[in-house]
């Protein structure tokens, strides 16, 4: 399996910016693809996830209503649209992929064993 985040930039607060992550090699339709970030010092949290099959989304309390997660299954790539950039959502972000999960296990980082290299956010002004 591999992933290929990209996407990441320099903004400044209130902007936007949108984060894709290709795969190749999930052997089937039944995964999650999750977003994750960590900024330096802190642990890697979770941002938010779906299910490649349902297309149902998942989101951490601190970027719903914000950020929208969503797949192009024929393009195997998932996106991360990010609205109303703050300074705190600085961080580098890593997009993940796992089969088998049950929905207490989504938003769990240590549950993922496919990961993207990352690509950094960094919102300042």
């Known amino acids: 399996v591999q992933l290929q985040a990209s996407g990441g930039g320099l903004v400044q607060p209130g902007d936007s910016l949108r984060l894709s992550c290709v795969t190749s090699?999930?052997?089937?339709?039944?995964?999650?693809m999750g977003w994750f970030r960590q900024a330096p010092g802190k642990e890697r949290e979770f941002v938010a996830a779906?299910?490649?099959?349902?297309?149902?989304?998942y989101y951490s309390g601190s970027v719903k209503g914000r950020f929208t997660i969503s797949r192009e299954k024929v393009k195997n790539t998932a996106f991360l649209q990010m609205n109303s950039l703050k300074p705190e959502d600085t961080a580098i972000y890593y997009c993940a992929a796992q089969a088998g999960l049950i929905d207490s296990s989504v938003s769990n980082f240590r549950a993922y064993d496919s990961w993207g290299q990352g690509t950094l956010v960094t919102v300042s002004s």
């Open positions: 090699g999930i052997p089937s339709n039944r995964f999650h």
């Open positions: 779906i299910k490649w099959s349902s297309g149902n989304t």
